[in-house]
Structure formats: C-alpha cells, structure tokens
C-alpha cells in the first residue's frame, strides 16, 4: 500500500506543517490541495490530460444551478474515476441503522425521555456495524429532517470503506478517538471535538487507541453552515478560523475491498479491486471539516434573564422558511454565569422544536442528577421540559455571585420535526422508566398575595 501525504507540497494555508494529519483553516473556504506538486491544473478544471496520469472528476453537493453562496463543488484529481470503485451491489443487513421515516418502529408512549449511557459492546463492529439510531425526523427522500443515532466503534474498518448518500454526517466524539480517512485526507477527533462528512463522501474509520463511542446526526437537507450572528456581530460563537479541513492524502492500493454505501435508508455494498481513497489533489469548497468545541466563544447576559439557547449554535441547516431550521447543533460549554436576580438555569419552557440532548462530558447545570456522560434525553415538540426540583431550588435561592461553569459540555441536535424513537432505542434497558419523577418535587408556591 501506498499511502501519501507530504504536506509541504501542499498548496494553501494549513497548519500542523509536516505532520500527518494536516489541515487547512477556515469555514465554507475554497481550497486547493496537492499530495504530490503539479496536481492541480492552472486556470482550468478538466484539462485534457492531466498530470500523472489521474482523471478529473466533479463532486457536487448542490445542484449545478444553486445561488453562488450556497453552490458546492469540489474538483477531485484521482487515480481512478469513481465509476470504477462501484461495482455490482448487494442489500446487506442495516442491523440498527434507520431512516426516515420509521413511523412503524416503536409503539413507546409519548413523553419526555432520558437514557442511561449504553455500554460499549464486546463484539467487533465498524463504525458501520455499529450505528444505532435512536430517532428519526422528516423523510430523506425529501431531503428534510435528520436522525439521531449512536456510534459504538470496537474495530478498526479494513479493507472497507463507506459512504452516505441519504445526509451529511455529524459525528460527536464521546469516548475514544476517531481517525476518518477520507477521500480528501485524513481527520482525527478526540472528546470534545466534531467532524462532518459530507453527503457522498467516501471514508475508512479507524480507532486510535482503544474502543469509541460517539452520537451521530443524520442531516437529510442542505449541509450544515455558520449561523449568522446577527447584533452580535463579526466576531463570537464558532468563529470560521477554527474550522479545520484536510490537505490531500491518497491511498494507491490494490486489494480487495468492500464499498458500502447508505442509500434510499437501505444499506448496500460492492466489492472493488483498489481502495476509494486515491485523490491525489483537489480544490473546491466542498469537503469534510472538523471543529473544536472548546474554541466556541459563549456570549451571554451580563446584566440580567437568561438568553435563548439559540445562542449556543455551532451550525445550523437552514430550511426553506428564514429563521427556522432543519437541524440547530447547539453546545452548552464552560462559560461564566454572572446575571443579577436572575434565575440563570435554562427557563422552564415548550418548543417548537423538538430536542435531542447528549452529554460529552461533566454535568449539566439544569440537569445534575440522571443524565451523565454518554447519556442522552428526548425532548419532543411541545412537550414541557426544564430545570429539575434540585436545581429549580439551587438556582432561586442561591447566591448570586458570579460562578464559573467548568469541566461541562453538552449538546443538543435540535430540528422543526418530531423525532420519532426507534424499536431499539425503545428496548434499550437503559431507558429511565422514572425520568418523568425528576419533576416531581416541584411545589406550588403559589400564595394569592401581593409582594
């Protein structure tokens, strides 16, 4: 196997020169990037022939008429066309894997839900093998909506690669680190950290020191973007210098191999003679990025009321009605709670949105009991959610000094639609049956007479 990456001879601005994996910084940028020099041609696309021997080839996540701002496109300079890394294909077992929608999955109750954290399994899975879906919203053969799953990652993929064809994905490490090989490079993410695959985008997912667990969301619609910050300004939130996108590496390899691919909600696979991954070069401004939750910059109130949770959006996918989105990626980090007579926990409240929460790591302030690292909640639209009894009495009667929330970080992927709970999330033993309870200390205070 040939496997190829001097990052010196890479075209652009990237940091991490000289090591593997190297990226290029910025947000929705156009790129170009070269794994062995004179790749790229000049002042064209498709040249009729192209150095060393490779073949031109267009990846489109848009339609070629998109409006220019939303238009992606990415030029890829390969040792073969991708016609040849598809073969005959076969169904194979999806296992836990779902697509919307999945109305007839799961006959649970309606209401507000929390799991445990699921353990690990002890078999060997892939990062395909083990993507469980916990909910699905919308349908993706409209290109609405998105899904919730989990990804337990146990072995290494060999030989296998894998791509999506129903949604970008979002992958929020949790436990372990994640090595995704990708056609257009390399991307490790550790705890803390997300990467994003675009739709079509083929990649190898490797482990790098043991077992992993993350949360995954299935975007159906259009690909994920920086929210815009309105009075808040250039600066804040998840600044665009912060997002990292690989610099070309290429596997040229001969070997037997499996390609699967999702599609339609189903899972296939073809068998090839080579690995997928063989980009030498390409450029463009559609491509896989990772980001580091803890370069987020909170902004928040600093005088008094506690600001919507909009306010912690990472990224967003827009839907054909302005200011309502198809997915919210929204975090909740370190930050500094400093408003005066205020009750500074998340308000008690009802949304049209519908709230799939997880939690990385540490505790959450509304939610200090129950709900602990790698464990998840389900908020559905309208349903009444906030703070419980505990933190409802720490939070009005407290001191109200300036605290510093640390060591904390949870997320939520938020959509318009309801999120439906799959059979097997339904089934999981580790469903809390009294997850509703954490609500129930909750007293009238109600005394009719004026303050």
């Known amino acids: 196997m040939n496997v190829q990456n001097p990052v010196a001879a890479t075209r652009g601005t990237h940091r991490n020169s000289g090591l593997m994996p190297g990226y290029m910084s910025g947000f929705g940028n156009s790129f170009e990037t070269e794994a062995l020099p004179d790749v790229l041609p000049i002042g064209r696309n498709s040249p009729q022939k192209v150095n060393y021997g490779l073949y031109a080839e ?32 076969r169904r194979v077992d999806r296992r836990f894997l779902r697509t919307a929608p999945a109305r007839e999955e799961s006959s649970l109750a309606l209401g507000q839900l929390r799991w445990n954290p699921v353990d690990l399994p002890t078999e060997a899975l892939s990062f395909v093998e083990g993507l469980r ?123 037997p191999s499996v390609l699967y691919v999702k599609w339609g909600g189903e899972l296939h696979a073809t068998e090839i003679g080579q690995s997928p991954l063989d980009v030498v070069g390409w450029h463009g401004n559609y491509a896989p990025y990772k980001y580091d939750l803890r370069h987020f910059s909170p902004v928040g109130a600093i005088a008094f009321d506690h600001p919507d949770p909009s306010i912690f959006t990472v990224l967003t996918a827009p839907s054909e009605t302005p200011g309502t989105a198809n997915i919210d990626f929204v975090i909740f980090p370190e930050r500094w709670m400093v408003a005066e007579n205020t009750f500074r926990p998340p308000w008690y409240h009802r949304n049209l949105m519908s709230e799939f929460m997880g939690l990385i790591y540490g505790v959450y302030d509304a939610k200090p009991e129950g709900f602990v690292p790698g464990g998840f909640s389900l908020h559905n639209q309208m349903l009444p959610h906030g703070p419980d009894d505990k933190a409802f009495d720490h939070a009005s009667n407290g001191e109200l000094k300036p605290v510093k929330l640390t060591g904390t970080m949870a997320f939520m992927f938020e959509t318009r639609f309801a999120q439906r709970v799959t059979a097997y999330a339904a089934g999981l033993p580790e469903l809390q049956d009294n997850y509703i309870d954490c609500w129930a200390g909750l007293k009238k205070h109600f005394t009719g007479e004026r303050p």
């Open 58 to 89: 267009q990846l489109s996540g848009s339609p070629f008429t998109a409006p220019q701002a939303t238009n992606q496109r990415s030029w890829l300079y390969r040792i073969r066309p991708a016609v040849k890394h598809s073969a005959r294909y």
């Open 133 to 255: 879906t916990i909910t699905t919203a919308g349908d993706s053969d409209t290109q609405v909506g998105m899904a919730a799953h989990l990804a337990f990652v146990t072995r290494s993929m060999e030989d296998e690669y894998f791509f999506n064809a129903d949604g970008e994905l979002l992958v929020v490490a949790q436990q372990g680190r994640l090595r995704f090989c990708t056609e257009f490079g390399i991307i490790e993410i550790e705890p803390g950290e997300i990467c994003v695959i675009p739709r079509g985008v083929i990649i190898r997912v490797e482990l790098i020191d043991g077992p992993a667990r993350a949360y995954v969301c299935e975007n159906y619609g259009g690909g994920f973007t920086l929210p815009d910050r309105g009075p808040i300004g250039a600066n804040c939130l998840a600044n665009p210098r912060d997002f990292l996108t690989p610099v070309a590496a290429f596997e040229d390899r001969e070997a």
